[in-house]
């Protein structure tokens, strides 16, 4: 078995109800998530999608703004819950593939938790 992680980005801005003083400085909230490629999961439909595990989230300040202004006010929550993305949606998400793993099927969860804990 071969487990074949990708990262990705998703622009979640329009999520977070933003204060008008944090979306004066606020350009977009991206939060990152890891999966991997060779799983699928059928979620009472026909379409495959994918299992998304949070790693990050970030605020990307807007021009002229400094990062550490943007830190201050904008109080990001981490990310704790995994999302269901459909597979076709999550293989176009800005992101990059890490290297592929070979294992036993039985090391799965525990391999698939260590890359994820690698990545964060």
Not at 18 to 24: F, G, H, N, V, Y
Not at 26 to 37: G, R
Not at 96 to 119: N, P, Q
Request: charged share 30%; glycine share 2%.
């Amino acid at each position: 078995m071969v487990i074949k992680p990708r990262i990705v980005e998703i622009d979640n801005t329009d999520a977070y109800q933003l204060a008008p003083d944090e979306a004066e400085v606020t350009k977009k909230i991206i939060e990152v998530y890891i999966y991997d490629m060779n799983e699928y999961t059928f979620c009472c439909e026909v379409t495959p999608s994918r299992w998304l595990v949070p790693i990050e989230i970030y605020a990307v300040p807007k021009e002229g703004v400094d990062i550490d202004q943007l830190d201050e006010l904008l109080q990001l929550p981490p990310l704790e819950e995994g999302i269901y993305c459909h597979a076709h949606r999550a293989d176009k998400l800005p992101g990059r593939t890490l290297a592929s793993r070979r294992i036993k099927k039985s090391d799965y969860d525990k391999v698939f938790a260590e890359i994820c804990e690698e990545a964060r």
